[in-house]
């Protein structure tokens, strides 16, 4: 069974304890970095008009890879401490996929072949709010082809009583 | 038709400084740009000089301020801001929002919003990514604010000292009268900032175990605080706050060059002196076209009172002129129209917080950069767009709701 995990900062442990469980899976993980993150740096260092010099030290693009890198790899820890617990090993095997991109469109193409896509939601359960779920997720989630599995970010916790 | 040929030679400046063919500075075209003005007689020699040197000591305070900026970071102060504030957070997206409104507040009220935009966002992209958070709305938090938090002080923006000696207030009064409008600006954006971002900042917190931050450069911090007094100060005792400034940035430097001589090259490229060759150029072609038909135009539609409705007149007028040249230009132009101190600053509060509407500053450079990265991954500009519909004429209102009551409080039209 092929499985999807997107990951987002912030919510992806949910995400990647209910992948882990899902048995017999072929898990990709995916993660999304988007230009907005990077033009948010650059263009208002275009505004100034030459008075920001030519950009020194590590890029921006930099930066967002090295902390991908710490996720995933962070991610793939988690995962592997599911591995070690008592029992066999709930998925078949792992790999990584890094986009850029618009996250949502990236995302739902990533998801053509697959037969699961784990998602977590972008709020959690200290609120009764009626948004739970911010317009990526949103998105991503009416436009899926394949069956989709919501968890909440701090997933353990109760949904609050109404 | 000399107004013509001003406007088009203007227009050609600012589109070399925003395209920048092959990473020339600015100053390749303006310089020229200032020359064949005086040349073709649109700007009468005389009025030329008389205007550089009235730009001498904004352009001098400038050049101090960046290498300021330039030492801090090399002290380690915004790293050491960057660890703050993620001791703070302790792993809450919203706290540490929060947290960064402060810092990019206070960073660039002091050390303009330079350091701001080119020193503080990496250490926020940064402390966003060690903390596992989304960068998103903190790294756009410090975009907005290197803008709006620019009202407080004339040392925040060039825009600001530009206007400074125009509108003949001391620092203290001028700090004084923005301080509520900066108050109230910076509130509003974080209000929108926690409703536009509510999805982004709900995540639930994670406490990651924290680096402990390394010693504060307190040295650096305590000249800081002292040059920050010492701007408010010099004044009665008839000092140029200029020279607080250098005196603030040579007590920082001196030790750095005992030990590094080499160092004096990378502080006289902090200083930029190229781009203070390009502030003089264009302060030169926008006298041409102020002495034109567009400057004729322009002081037709400024209001002359500065009632409510003429400092909301005047702070739409500039934030439109800003967004369509760049907020430079548009304050070159328009400061010398207002008439009285308080629509000097109601044209401050338009440039500072127009900018804000169309990211990078003005359309010119948006359509430019739509351009530049029409092969690769074009961003959505939509999202910067809604953002600035939503926040700039709140703030617009809000400061100058709040200037004019400062005005009223402490007597001055």
Request: overall charge positive.
């Amino acid at each position: 069974m092929k499985v999807v995990a997107w990951l987002t900062e912030g919510t992806w442990q949910a995400c990647v304890d209910a992948a882990g469980a899902v048995p017999a899976a072929e898990l990709t993980l995916v993660h999304v970095i988007e230009q907005e993150n990077i033009e948010a740096v650059r263009g208002p260092r275009a505004g100034l008009l030459g008075r920001a010099g030519p950009p020194g030290g590590t890029s921006v693009e930099e930066l967002l890879v090295r902390a991908e890198e710490a996720l995933l790899h962070a991610a793939r820890g988690r995962l592997d401490r599911h591995a070690d617990a008592p029992g066999p090993r709930a998925y078949r095997s792992v790999r990584e996929l890094r986009l850029r991109g618009r996250a949502e469109r990236e995302v739902v193409a990533a998801c053509a072949d697959a037969d699961l896509l784990v998602l977590a939601r972008d709020g959690d359960h200290t609120r009764l709010g009626p948004r739970s779920i911010g317009h990526a997720t949103r998105f991503v989630l009416d436009h899926a082809p394949c069956r989709v599995l919501l968890v909440w970010p701090d997933e353990g916790a109760l949904p609050p009583r109404s | 038709m000399g107004s013509a040929v001003s406007v088009i030679i203007l227009v050609a400046v600012l589109l070399f400084a925003v395209v920048r063919p092959r990473g020339l500075p600015e100053a390749v075209a303006a310089v020229p740009a200032a020359g064949l003005v005086v040349a073709l007689g649109l700007v009468p020699a005389r009025a030329a000089v008389r205007e550089l040197g009235a730009l001498g000591p904004t352009v001098g305070f400038l050049a101090a301020v960046l290498v300021l900026a330039h030492l801090a970071d090399e002290a380690g102060v915004f790293r050491y801001a960057g660890a703050i504030a993620r001791r703070y957070s302790r792993g809450s997206p919203r706290r540490l929002l929060g947290g960064v409104f402060v810092i990019a507040a206070a960073v660039t009220a002091v050390l303009s919003l330079d350091a701001t935009v080119v020193l503080l966002t990496p250490v926020v992209l940064m402390t966003a990514g060690a903390m596992g958070v989304r960068a998103k709305p903190h790294v756009y938090a410090c975009g907005h604010l290197a803008n709006t938090a620019s009202l407080l002080l004339p040392v925040s923006n060039l825009t600001n000292l530009l206007a400074f000696a125009a509108s003949g207030l001391s620092f203290a009064r001028f700090a004084g009268l923005m301080a509520p409008a900066w108050l109230a600006v910076v509130g509003v954006e974080y209000a929108i900032f926690r409703w536009f971002f509510a999805d982004d900042l709900a995540a639930p917190p994670r406490p990651v175990p924290d680096p402990v931050p390394g010693p504060a450069p307190r040295g650096t911090l305590a000249v800081l605080a002292a040059t920050l007094v010492g701007f408010g100060l010099a004044e009665p005792a008839g000092v140029h706050p200029a020279w607080v400034a250098a005196a603030g940035a040579l007590v920082l430097s001196v030790p750095r060059l005992a030990r590094q001589p080499g160092e004096a090259v990378r502080l006289l490229r902090a200083a930029n002196v190229p781009f203070c060759a390009f502030v003089f150029a264009l302060g030169t072609v926008v006298l041409a076209v102020r002495s034109g038909g567009l400057g004729t135009l322009v002081d037709r539609l400024v209001p002359q009172h500065a009632g409510l409705l003429g400092l909301l007149g005047t702070a739409a007028l500039a934030a439109l002129l800003a967004n369509l040249l760049n907020n430079l230009p548009a304050t070159l132009m328009l400061v010398p129209l207002a008439r009285s101190p308080a629509l000097v600053l109601a044209v401050l509060l338009g440039v500072n917080i127009g900018p804000n509407l169309t990211y990078v500053g003005s359309l010119a450079t948006l359509l430019w950069r739509q351009i530049l990265h029409a092969r690769d991954h074009r961003p959505s500009t939509w999202e910067f767009l809604r953002l600035g519909a939503a926040t700039v004429p709140a703030c617009l209102l809000a400061g100058v709701a709040l200037l004019w009551l400062g005005l009223r409080l402490f007597g001055v039209s």
